[in-house]
């Protein structure tokens, strides 16, 4: 028994018709990171995965004295995405737009933007989003908050998604 509970520890598993199906691997570390515009979002966000107990590490900005440009800091959680395998990245800018184009430059990133929690739901269970993205300008602290949990807690699919997947994948460095 205490093997399964690793595994349920390690891994998405779900009770189907009596089986146990694995899906994927839980995001086990969230990165976070701003520019000036995502700032008071990101501090609230931060404060709540606190409260939430969600493992996190944010990558600054850590206060809103002056403009920084978002690429530098999508371009950090994006990074530390690559080198780890088990986790994802929030990343926050004003509209949630910039971030999410320079995040999908980088190599093997998925990002999305999701001002809703079913474009959270969907990002993870069709694309297997490793990035979200937030507009701090456009939503509160209580629509933030049921995204990501949406985020974090949605498997990805597989299936016919994961050879689309793949296909995006084809096109970077084109």
């Not at 300008?137 to 974090?152: P, S, V």
Request: glycine letters at 10%.
């Amino acid at each position: 028994m205490a093997i399964f509970v690793t595994l349920m520890q390690q891994f998405n598993i779900y009770n189907k018709h009596g089986f146990h199906i694995i899906i994927g691997m839980k995001i086990e570390k969230v990165f976070i990171a701003s520019d000036h515009g995502g700032y008071d979002l990101k501090k609230a966000v931060v404060d709540w995965l606190k409260k939430e107990k969600i493992t996190f590490e944010d990558l600054g900005p850590y206060n809103n004295d002056c403009s920084v440009d978002y690429p530098d800091f999508a371009e950090k959680v994006c990074s530390s995405i690559q080198q780890q395998g088990d986790c994802c990245g929030i990343l926050i800018c004003g509209s949630g737009l910039g971030v999410s184009m320079a995040a999908n430059k980088m190599k093997g990133i998925r990002a999305a933007l999701c001002s809703e929690t079913l474009s959270a739901e969907l990002s993870r269970l069709h694309n297997n989003a490793n990035v979200l993205c937030l507009g701090g300008r456009l939503i509160g602290n209580e629509m933030a908050q049921n995204i990501i949990l949406t985020f974090l807690n949605t498997p990805f699919d597989g299936g016919r998604h994961l050879r689309r997947i793949n296909k995006i994948h084809m096109l970077e460095g084109k």
